[in-house]
């Protein structure tokens, strides 16, 4: 007689066949698609598309299962798709195991191949030349505020947001050594030094902080070494072998980065849309309350309103603006020709999916 865990077994093996079967039928359709967009001359990795089959699994998914676990298992499968039809190359903010380097493979999935740029500049320019596919850039922080290298390329690229993420900041502690009581020296970027001041006194007061170019380097930097520990990401850890002595290290949970993928083309709409763009206004009064009223008469939200310094010319601004929508909707539309009338410049720079939830 077969024990009741090894009936449950058997028919976990048997779901598991079928799951393999499936897998591959999806597989092979997925690579007639990516013939079919060849022939067409599409992209294979299409935002506003994989926004649809997110939010269509959502509404499948009955339980157990949470709705974000299934959104991470389909997402490498999505990702596994997409590199069966053509690879998918990302610029990334490096270094390798870079917090923009976990939001591109927690976006993209880990079948798409990721490149580290050593700045903000490069990634824009890798994507504008067609060195890579897309780019992925951070673009404002919750604590720390925008990022300006990012809204200046913005202004001046042609390039297109065709995608948004947020990613929660957690900073772990990472060594070779499996005990807090042997770490003596802990290395890290200044930044996550100061976003873990609190944890360190608290758990290591008799540490001492070395500061490094980068938390990757730091990563790098105590690898075989027992008496050391760095702060980084879980990715890091991953990457070099390392154990995470501790995890959720920063003083503020809510430490969030939000993260755009820049890209050729424009994204359709999903329903869910986010539209960014930037303007400046006449020096005259109340010129942007002007430029604001076309916003409140077709009840268009908006999400966002940042002044931005325009390069090389002293007191002038740029206001960069997010609204709820996207610029093929009628009202949208209406109201964008009615801003262009009010300000002196106006670029849109994308529609595309608002990211639903934080990676």
Not at 68 to 92: G, K, N
């Amino acid at each position: 007689m077969k024990s009741r865990l090894e009936t449950l077994r058997e028919r976990m093996k048997e779901k598991d066949r079928e799951i393999i079967k499936l897998l591959n039928e999806r597989s092979g359709i997925s690579v007639r698609i990516g013939e079919v967009k060849g022939e067409e001359g599409l992209k294979v990795y299409d935002p506003a598309q994989e926004a649809k089959v997110y939010s269509y699994l959502q509404e499948l998914n009955c339980g157990p299962l949470p709705s974000s676990a299934v959104m991470t298992i389909f997402r490498e499968i999505i990702s596994a798709s997409r590199s069966l039809q053509q690879p998918t190359t990302v610029a990334f903010l490096g270094p390798a195991t870079s917090f923009s380097h976990l939001a591109a493979q927690r976006h993209f999935g880990n079948s798409s191949r990721f490149f580290p740029q050593p700045g903000i500049a490069h990634v824009f320019d890798d994507v504008e030349k067609g060195t890579m596919d897309w780019g992925v850039v951070p673009v404002e922080n919750s604590q720390e505020g925008s990022v300006d290298i990012t809204l200046d390329r913005l202004v001046l690229t042609q390039l297109k947001i065709r995608a948004e993420m947020f990613l929660r900041i957690s900073q772990c502690l990472i060594s070779s050594a499996k005990d807090l009581k042997r770490i003596k020296k802990i290395y890290s970027h200044p930044q996550a030094l100061a976003q873990c001041q609190l944890w360190l006194k608290a758990n290591l007061p008799q540490a001492t902080l070395y500061e490094t170019d980068s938390t990757a380097a730091a990563v790098r930097m105590v690898k075989g070494r027992r008496t050391q520990a760095a702060i980084g990401s879980s990715l890091a850890a991953a990457k070099n072998r390392l154990n995470v002595v501790a995890a959720g290290i920063e003083d503020s949970t809510s430490n969030t980065t939000r993260f755009l993928v820049i890209g050729n083309g424009e994204s359709h709409p999903t329903g869910k849309d986010k539209t960014s763009l930037v303007y400046a206004t006449p020096h005259s009064p109340g010129s942007l309350y002007r430029a604001l009223a076309p916003f409140a008469r077709r009840q268009i939200n908006l999400i966002k309103i940042e002044s931005h310094p325009v390069k090389e010319r002293l007191w002038e601004y740029f206001f960069f603006v997010d609204i709820v929508g996207h610029i093929a909707e009628m009202e949208v539309e209406i109201c964008l020709n009615e801003l262009k009338k009010k300000t002196t410049f106006l670029k849109i720079l994308g529609s595309y999916p608002r990211a639903e939830g934080v990676l």
